[in-house]
């Protein structure tokens, strides 16, 4: 752990030189000096930068960079999910579907630089839908990461993880991952993922998941999540899909919440809407 934090820093001074020096008030109130960096802000300094293109998000409907209208809907959902989950002592959160084109990365990457506003949360995102990753597409993310490479213990977190500010990381894939469902259900991820945490110390841990219905891997993961969002898409996903897989959900984790996504009668001038039942 020691040579991890060194080299962390080592490599945030190279990147970014020397953090500048805060105030702080030591046992004698006459003595200032300068703040000692804890080891997980050390973590987060380490991490390689990421600053988005507003154009490049909103065209991939990623609307909350920044406060406004089009964030309401999201800010709301993050005050909700945030009482419910601090209630329960819960961090880690897992959004899925029932099939794919539901809009459940929209509305993972929504809610966390929604989350991301708030100064005092830290929160790490992780894609785990390794069969059809398209988180780095949609953030426009350029540096070819490949976190199931993490998860499998093959490399570090930090060569694979980049940060907006100080208090929001992105861990994805630059492709599809073979035997996915076999890697998410490895016990090695449980150690992976307790690392994760205690190096960095996120207030939230963020699992952009595979949907339900595609596939094992979802079911394979979920044990590993302490609650989980389902994103359903009005005039596509039924009822009787969200009924199984909440059924499903609640076999292996805390359903959160139910999000009703591309609601177009919500508003006659917005062609996508949301709905969150807690």
Same mark, same amino acid.
């Given at each position: 752990?020691?040579?991890?934090?060194?080299?962390?820093?080592?490599?945030?001074?190279?990147?970014?030189?020397?953090?500048?020096?805060?105030?702080?008030?030591?046992?004698?109130?006459?003595?200032?000096?300068?703040?000692?960096?804890?080891?997980?802000?050390?973590?987060?300094?380490?991490?390689?930068?990421? #600053?988005?293109?507003?154009?490049?998000?909103? =065209?991939?409907? %990623? /609307?909350?960079?920044? $406060? &406004?209208?089009?964030? @309401?809907?999201?800010?709301?959902?993050?005050?909700?999910?945030?009482? #419910?989950?601090?209630?329960?002592?819960?961090? =880690?959160?897992? %959004? /899925?579907?029932?099939? $794919? &084109?539901?809009?459940? @990365?929209?509305?993972?990457?929504?809610?966390?630089?929604?989350?991301?506003?708030?100064?005092?949360?830290?929160?790490?995102?992780?894609?785990?839908?390794?069969?059809? $990753?398209?988180?780095?597409? @949609?953030?426009?993310?350029?540096?070819?990461?490949?976190?199931?490479?993490?998860?499998?213990?093959?490399?570090?977190?930090?060569?694979?993880?980049?940060?907006?500010?100080?208090?929001?990381?992105?861990?994805?894939?630059?492709?599809?991952?073979?035997?996915?469902?076999?890697?998410?259900?490895?016990?090695?991820?449980?150690?992976?993922?307790?690392?994760?945490?205690?190096?960095?110390?996120?207030?939230?841990?963020?699992?952009?998941?595979?949907?339900?219905?595609?596939?094992?891997?979802?079911?394979?993961?979920?044990?590993?999540?302490?609650?989980?969002?389902?994103?359903?898409?009005?005039?596509?996903?039924?009822?009787?899909?969200?009924?199984?897989?909440?059924?499903?959900?609640?076999?292996?984790?805390?359903?959160?919440?139910?999000?009703?996504?591309?609601?177009?009668?919500?508003?006659?001038?917005?062609?996508?809407?949301?709905?969150?039942?807690?």
């Amino acid at each position: 752990m020691e040579r991890i934090q060194s080299a962390i820093q080592k490599a945030r001074i190279a990147r970014e030189g020397k953090l500048p020096e805060a105030p702080i008030r030591t046992a004698d109130t006459r003595q200032s000096g300068p703040a000692p960096l804890s080891d997980h802000h050390l973590a987060w300094a380490g991490l390689e930068v990421f #600053q988005p293109n507003a154009a490049h998000l909103q =065209r991939g409907r %990623i /609307t909350t960079l920044e $406060p &406004g209208q089009m964030a @309401t809907p999201f800010d709301v959902m993050r005050t909700r999910l945030l009482k #419910q989950m601090r209630t329960n002592s819960w961090r =880690r959160l897992a %959004i /899925t579907s029932p099939g $794919p &084109g539901c809009g459940k @990365t929209m509305t993972c990457l929504n809610l966390a630089f929604s989350l991301a506003r708030q100064s005092d949360i830290r929160v790490m995102v992780i894609e785990v839908d390794l069969r059809r $990753p398209s988180m780095a597409k @949609t953030l426009g993310l350029k540096p070819l990461q490949s976190f199931a490479d993490v998860l499998e213990g093959k490399a570090t977190a930090s060569g694979h993880l980049v940060r907006y500010g100080m208090n929001l990381a992105f861990g994805t894939n630059h492709g599809p991952v073979r035997n996915s469902a076999e890697l998410l259900q490895s016990p090695a991820i449980v150690e992976v993922l307790a690392e994760l945490e205690q190096t960095y110390a996120p207030d939230l841990l963020i699992f952009d998941m595979p949907p339900m219905q595609t596939g094992d891997d979802a079911i394979a993961f979920l044990e590993k999540a302490d609650c989980a969002l389902l994103v359903a898409a009005a005039g596509t996903t039924t009822i009787a899909q969200v009924d199984h897989c909440e059924r499903d959900i609640a076999a292996h984790t805390n359903v959160l919440g139910v999000v009703l996504n591309k609601c177009r009668y919500l508003d006659k001038d917005q062609s996508y809407g949301y709905e969150y039942y807690g």
